[in-house]
């Protein structure tokens, strides 16, 4: 099962791009990666996905190098309700049959803090 | 309903206590996820159903831990005999279809054992 590794906090202020990186090096063929964000007392709420290239939805950026072995997710000028924890994820292919009983692996995640 | 939703949001429970947390999915999402999340960690899968089908529940701590979803919709997590260490957040999440597909979570259920 694919692992991924990112830093455990970071800082910005608001009005300031924000950009996260998670390495995958044990990505399989079949895997997306995902981004979901995190609130206090709150369920993660995905953010975006992709495979390759790049990937640009109306909250963020996602970021993607040709070897797939890590990402970055970039939030363009951050705001103080940005404050959360980030997580990376990589997992089964969207509707793949073969990738229904895998199960997405969760670490630690990326606390981010923004400052006034 | 417009997302998942949970009950309780909060339940303490007496050590050796048994427990029912509730699940409601998104209606005619096919898969339901059942997650532990202790304080400043992240998820950590506990069980996945395919409509009323329980697919892999290897993330089940112990055999204490039980997950039904009879009818393919709402799911139920009972935790028999609490322990402290059971004490977290559980939350559960439903996808239209598969594992690759985005997860939707509910506010999750915070127990707490004394």
């Known amino acids: 099962l694919a692992k991924t590794t990112q830093p455990i906090s970071m800082d910005s202020y608001e009005g300031q791009e924000v950009n996260i990186t998670c390495s995958h090096n044990?990505?399989?063929?079949?895997?997306?990666i995902t981004w979901y964000q995190q609130f206090p007392s709150q369920g993660p709420r995905f953010i975006i996905q992709?495979?390759?290239?790049?990937v640009t939805n109306e909250v963020a950026s996602l970021f993607i190098p040709a070897d797939r072995k890590s990402s970055t997710l970039s939030l363009p000028r951050v705001s103080l309700s940005d404050t959360a924890v980030y997580y990376c994820?990589?997992?089964?292919?969207?509707?793949?049959?073969?990738?229904?009983?895998?199960?997405?692996?969760w670490g630690l995640g990326t606390s981010l803090a923004v400052n006034p | 309903g417009a997302g998942v939703s949970q009950s309780p949001r909060y339940k303490v429970a007496k050590r050796g206590q048994d427990v029912a947390l509730r699940c409601d999915p998104i209606?005619?999402?096919?898969?339901l996820f059942w997650y532990q999340q202790a304080l400043g960690q992240g998820p950590e899968f506990l069980t996945y159903f395919q409509n009323e089908a329980q697919l892999d529940k290897s993330g089940l701590p112990s055999d204490r831990f039980f997950a039904e979803r009879p009818e393919g919709s709402v799911s139920t997590l009972k935790i028999q005999r609490t322990q402290q260490e059971d004490s977290a957040v559980y939350l559960c999440a439903s996808s239209p279809r598969g594992h690759g597909d985005t997860q939707y979570f509910g506010p999750g259920t915070r127990l707490t054992v004394l």
């Open positions: 044990n990505i399989a063929t079949n895997d997306y």
């Open positions: 994820l990589v997992g089964a292919f969207q509707g793949s049959s073969a990738g229904n009983n895998r199960k997405l692996i």
């Open positions: 209606s005619g999402h096919v898969s």
């Open positions: 992709g495979y390759k290239t790049k």
